[in-house]
């Protein structure tokens, strides 16, 4: 909400978050209905792994530090947009994950979009800019939202920490793994970049977007998966994977983009 007031709701940041949204739906959409795909990422683990990244603890972080502060808009934008997706139906694809329903539940999709972190802070943005107070809100939580975004790449490192206990077990995968981590570090940020150039970005605008596809996985997975008991183990691995190589992903992107 506090980066949501500070950046100020724009059609940039709007459409960003319909590219973010949009992408991860196509490709969900394209896995679970194309059998050798499907047979690639048998379950949602796999596919939230390969499509969902850490926008906002790490993504805005290195955006900040990496970009002109006229693309915050762009950067807010494709986080939103990854986060409404994952609080909305990632929980529902869990539960139901490896079952035969495939019908969505309105009743359950519903209490998803409420319950997502996105909507209730857009729903605090649109308040705030009901009664006028958008600006002074926006300047007492900007400080506290820099704040967290910070700490948070602190619990990112503890929970990596906890990861790197079992470490026995740590490069002990199956090709699915692979897959799924080649898709959110690779496939996923190169699929970000043509769709950026169809809808005209500009340089800058389009290595923000793609900057932000690029992100490991996002901590949310492994909560997920631990909260529906859903292949955690899984979830962990293809976190820690992705976060230790793209300490050489991310540069390589900044330095392909940027030049």
Known sequence: MGLLLKAGISTDLVKTALIAFSAISIFILLINNIPFLKKIFPNYSLQLG????????????????????????????????????????????????????????VRTLILSILNSPASKGIIGVWVAYLFGIENLLGDILWIPAQIVIYLAIIIVGTRLGIILNNKSQLFKFNTEIVFSIFLKLFIFPIFIFFLSKVIKLNQVETLATVLQAGTPTAISTILMAEAYKKNQETAAKILFITTILSLITIPLITLLFRN
């Open 50 to 105: 390969g499509l969902i990244g850490n926008t906002s603890f790490l993504g805005i972080p290195i955006a900040i530090a990496l970009l002109p502060t006229n693309t915050i808009n762009f950067t807010i934008g494709f986080d939103l947009g990854t986060t409404l997706f994952s609080w909305i139906f990632g929980p529902y694809f869990l539960e139901n994950d490896n079952t035969n329903k495939h019908r969505l539940n």
